[in-house]
């Protein structure tokens, strides 16, 4: 079976696991691996466009991290949660393996992305190369979340975030917000939405704590190959592919057969990989020491 065609809210009880305590996301900042960490603070004017700056975990301690993320306006992954943290990642995926049963749904790989990030905070309009489940574990947080066609999410846009000649974000106007469906995310709820929807979040005036989990199914997978093949032959060879909607699964599987080789090929170069950092968590601490 497709993913849903419209969000759906599951309620689960990881939130009550006493996982996302202060002193339990303190003591597992401390042990993470650096090479982990995502971290990114936005800036909006007022049409909701944003910029973006990268840090670096640098050599603070899980406590002064922490308090940076509460007393800032910071975004912070910790990735590979299922292989860097699995007292959380166990609980979670069997609430995600009951909610795919319920969808009949059938994944082949899954992963976890830990979000920890600041009151208020925002992230801009995106979307997601697989699918989603999100499990909110502290806090508050709204969702807007798109339709994804044509007006919303412009398939030349989405080949380049697939090839990742460019990062997740994409061309966004505040006329879209009419169109969206929202919903305030409480803990004890998790969210899932189409295939590719766009969707941004606000933090509500709170700390929050929430883990992305990201899947694939052989259609996703498949799609998701598809729209790379289609847009290294748009932008290596000047084709016009036709929409995703009108390629059949048949002939998706075979161009993800064909992106295969043209990774392997490299020819689409990876933009995003070595973007550089300009700050570093706990930098201002140790100056002022």
Excluded at 11 to 26: C, K, R, S, Y
């Amino acid at each position: 079976m497709s993913l849903p065609l419209e969000p759906r809210v599951f309620p689960h009880q990881v939130d009550q696991l006493g996982l996302a305590t202060d002193e339990a996301l303190a003591a597992l900042l401390d042990r993470y691996p650096e090479e982990l960490f995502d971290i990114n603070s936005y800036s909006y004017d007022d049409e909701g466009q944003f910029t973006l700056a990268t840090g670096a975990r640098g050599r603070a301690d899980g406590a002064t991290i922490l308090a940076e993320i509460k007393a800032g306006r910071l975004w912070v992954n910790l990735r590979d949660v299922q292989t860097a943290w699995p007292e959380l990642w166990n609980p979670v995926h069997a609430a995600f393996q009951a909610n795919m049963r319920e969808l009949g749904l059938k994944p082949i790989k899954a992963a976890g992305q830990l979000i920890l990030s600041s009151p208020g905070t925002k992230v801009p309009y995106h979307f997601d190369a697989s699918g989603v489940l999100l499990f909110h574990l502290r806090g508050r947080k709204r969702l807007f979340v798109y339709p994804p066609d044509e007006q919303h999410l412009p398939q030349i846009e989405m080949e380049q975030v697939i090839m990742r000649t460019t990062t997740e974000e994409l061309t966004y106007r505040k006329a879209y917000d009419a169109d969206a469906q929202v919903f305030d995310l409480e803990a004890g709820q998790a969210l899932t939405w189409p295939l590719y929807a766009p969707h941004r979040v606000e933090n509500l005036e709170v700390f929050n704590v929430s883990l992305s989990l990201d899947f694939q199914t052989w259609e996703t997978r498949f799609t998701r190959g598809a729209h790379f093949a289609q847009g290294v032959m748009r932008r290596r060879w000047g084709m016009t592919p036709p929409p995703m909607a009108h390629v059949p699964m048949a002939a998706r599987a075979a161009l993800w057969a064909a992106s295969l080789a043209m990774k392997k090929a490299n020819l689409a170069e990876n933009r995003i990989k070595d973007i550089e950092r300009s700050f570093e968590l706990g930098a201002d601490k140790r100056a002022a020491a």
